[in-house]
């Protein structure tokens, strides 16, 4: 009995878990920035997308991986693109970071 109640406490962690994990992604869409030449913040280029949320403006970084760099002279370099960016969105330092599995140039 012991032994089948905690199969079923650690089953329900898991189905937790993977309904927590799937929550955090998101699609967020906003003006891209590059961190060092359009937002000034960094000593290299970065990207970063800058949402209106609630009345006020949030800036997501995003996390350096193959997407992100794959599109920072196309979308992010000369910044004020409207981009959509889908990826993983955590809290890390009171900064918004996204990692990126996906973004796209909105043409508007």
């Not at 406490?9 to 993977?18: H, R, T, W």
């Not at 994990?21 to 970063?48: H, M, V």
């Not at 760099?69 to 990826?87: D, I, L, N, P, W």
Request: proline share 1%; charged share 30%; aromatic share 4%.
């Amino acid at each position: 009995m012991r032994k089948l109640l905690s199969m079923f406490a650690v089953a329900a962690l898991c189905a937790a878990f993977v309904q927590i994990r799937a929550a955090e992604e998101k699609t967020i869409k906003g003006e891209s920035q590059c961190t060092k030449c359009t937002l000034k913040e960094t000593p290299k280029c970065g990207e970063a997308v800058t949402v209106e949320e609630g009345g006020k403006k949030v800036v997501y970084y995003l996390t350096a991986n193959k997407t992100a760099k794959g599109m920072h002279k196309k979308a992010f370099c000369s910044g004020g693109k409207t981009v959509e960016v889908t990826g993983e969105v955590k809290e890390k330092d009171g900064k918004m970071t996204i990692t990126a599995s996906k973004i796209k140039v909105v043409e508007e």
